[in-house]
Nanobody, 124 residues
Framework: QVHLVESGGGSVQAGGSLRLSCAAS????????MGWFRQAPGKEREGVAT???????SYADSVKGRFTISQDNAKNTLYLQMNSLKPEDTAMYYC??????????????????WGQGTQVTVSL
């Protein structure tokens, strides 16, 4: 059973930065992929960033160039560095882990495990 605990959320002014952390435990597979999602009030959950087991990353268009996903395998911790924050980045941010697979040579991550979330609020 994979257990995920997020931290690092908070309130910040537009243009500021935050770094989210996700402490993970209970890995049993070397093909785990991990990602960050967010959900704002009244909106659907959206994927923000993903990192595959080989270290390759992908981002939502809305955060490209501003957010960076990374992981410290020695600490079993996933990070999301968020710079140049905007009010529209305000949301509950969730860490997730799953098993990766390829279909027609396209990378997919089947997320099975989720953290409890950490709130990010960006004000003008």
């Amino acid at each position: 059973q994979v257990h995920l605990v997020e931290s690092g959320g908070g309130s910040v002014q537009a243009g500021g930065s935050l770094r989210l952390s996700c402490a993970a435990s209970g890995y049993t597979s070397s093909t785990y992929c991990m990602g960050w999602f967010r959900q704002a009030p009244g909106k659907e959950r959206e994927g923000v960033a993903t990192v595959a087991s080989d270290g390759s990353t992908s981002y939502a268009d809305s955060v490209k160039g501003r957010f960076t996903i990374s992981q410290d395998n020695a600490k079993n911790t996933l990070y999301l560095q968020m710079n140049s924050l905007k009010p529209e980045d305000t949301a509950m941010y969730y860490c997730a882990a799953g098993v990766e697979y390829y279909r027609d040579y396209v990378f997919h991550c089947a997320y099975d495990y989720w953290g409890q979330g950490t709130q990010v609020t960006v004000s003008l």
